[in-house]
């Protein structure tokens, strides 16, 4: 059974920085590419970052670009998200996905104050 358990959400104020981890329990974990998404309450989940399995080729939103790093660790199954320039329009429930077989996470809330 696939598991994708996101972590490293909280308050932080607009400028600050806060590191989202993602650990997935999947055995073929380098065999996929994986992305974050953000929904924020009242609005459609969206794209925010994807990183290629081997970790090369990395892809963002244009709302993010700039401030947030996607990065992976093949030998221990996580991702990561790197956020700096924390705005309140970041506010959102960030979750994990592994591209193609669409497993998700259950999310991790960022709360930006303005």
């Known amino acids: 059974q696939v598991q994708l358990v996101e972590s490293g959400g909280g308050l932080v104020q607009a400028g600050g920085s806060l590191r989202l981890s993602c650990a997935a329990s999947?055995?073929?974990?380098?065999?996929?590419?994986m992305a974050w998404y953000r929904q924020a309450p009242g609005k459609e989940r969206e794209f925010v970052a994807r990183i290629s399995n081997s970790g090369s080729t990395l892809l963002y939103a244009n709302s993010v670009k700039g401030r947030f790093t996607i990065s992976r660790d093949n030998a221990k199954n996580m991702v990561y998200l790197q956020m700096n320039s924390l705005k309140p329009e970041d506010t959102a429930v960030y979750y994990c996905n592994v591209v193609g077989p669409g497993y998700w996470g259950q999310g991790t809330q960022v709360t930006v104050s303005s």
């Open positions: 999947i055995r073929t974990f380098s065999s996929y590419p």
